[in-house]
């Protein structure tokens, strides 16, 4: 008895086996899964001036001539983050100073990377402002005055120093 229940295991095994064979590697019915053979990151160059934000999309191109956006598969990395800082999960760019940046994204299911550049432009005044706005002063008076810039960040500072 013990001989024949051997053998039934034995059998159930090698067609188990047999059954499994159909899926390996070389079956001509397998799935066609595509490689990614390149990655690139889109916009590339990005100019922005200081507190600006660019989103970054990563496309991948796979052997079978397609392409998709993997940028949910990817990681982003700066060279300079406080020129250019990136989210590494999204790929969101804040521009934090004047500057040049590369941002790397590598698509982590293949290892593939490519890069951007990031040009970040100085601060600008966009307007100054004087104040006093008004004054009435009396023959001989003097009266001090204050300058203060708004930049294209909308940030404001003083001036007063180089103003004439």
Partial sequence: MKFLKQIFLLALAA???LGLAGCQPSD???PNVADVDSIRVTPNPVSLEIGGVQALTV???FSNDTSYVVTSDSRFVSSAPGVAEVDPATG???ARANGNATITATHTPSGKTATTTVNVAPLRV???AVSPAAT???PGATQALT???TYNNLSTGPVTAGST
Avoid: H
């Fill in 15 to 17: 067609g188990l086996g």
């Fill in 28 to 30: 001509p019915n397998k």
């Fill in 59 to 61: 496309t991948g191109s």
């Fill in 92 to 94: 969101y760019v804040t």
């Fill in 126 to 128: 966009i307007s100054i």
């Fill in 136 to 138: 009435t002063l009396a």
């Fill in 147 to 149: 300058v203060n810039a």
